[in-house]
């Protein structure tokens, strides 16, 4: 099992540029012939947080840091009702993540994003968000924010920063609202703390049959 919440900050030392933090995250997929590009976030020795749309129907997964060169990640741990996902890399470390919150009208940053790069953001409203299950039936609620950010396909897993640098949450959606506005929906950092605070039962391997990772036998899946 995978214990990460001694990562975890509200503020202070180990900061550094949310730029040094962003990966690249491919992958191949489980039980079909695709592939595809997302992003992620390096929160502390070994861990990248990402989305877990992007990596639940994996059979390879590997993240290009900064520096360019690619890794081999394996599957830590999912949650379908946060669309989160704890991605195990040895060769990457940061400083503990830091979290922070954000109130409508706050501005920032979408840094490093596999798409768009880095975009700013205004924080439109902070919303409950009801959304089908991934991968399953029936819907989660979950907090969020919905932003006013220029985001793309391939941007989600790709983390939310305060101009102090601090994480308020990952992109999990784009879209364009009646105004031709662009809109990006986040996850909210408290939904990344509580994620991040439990123990994650990894590693999560790919199920041909199903086309999907899945966990350990002994884990019921979601």
Known sequence: MVFVSALLTSCG??????????????????????????SGVVIGEGLVLTAAHSVRGSSTVAVTGPDGVAHTAGIAGLDMRTDLALLSVP???????????????????IVGASSSGTVP???????????????????HERSGYELEADTRRGDSGSGAFDPD??????????????????????????EVTAFLAAEHT????????ESRVVAPASVPYG
């Open 121 to 139: 953001y205004l924080v439109r409203r902070a919303v409950d968000i009801i959304i089908d299950r991934i991968g399953g039936d029936g819907g």
């Open 165 to 190: 640098g601090l994480l308020i949450g990952i992109v999990f959606a784009t879209a364009d609202d009646d105004d031709d506005e662009a809109t990006t929906w986040v996850t909210s950092g408290s």
């Open 202 to 209: 990894g590693p999560w391997v790919c199920d041909p049959d």
């Open 91 to 109: 060769n990457l470390s940061a400083p503990p993540l830091e979290m922070g919150t954000a109130t409508t009208g706050d501005t920032g940053e």
């Open 13 to 38: 030392g180990g900061s550094i540029p949310p730029g040094d933090r962003t990966v690249v995250v491919s992958t191949e997929g489980c039980g079909y012939a695709t592939e595809a590009t997302s």
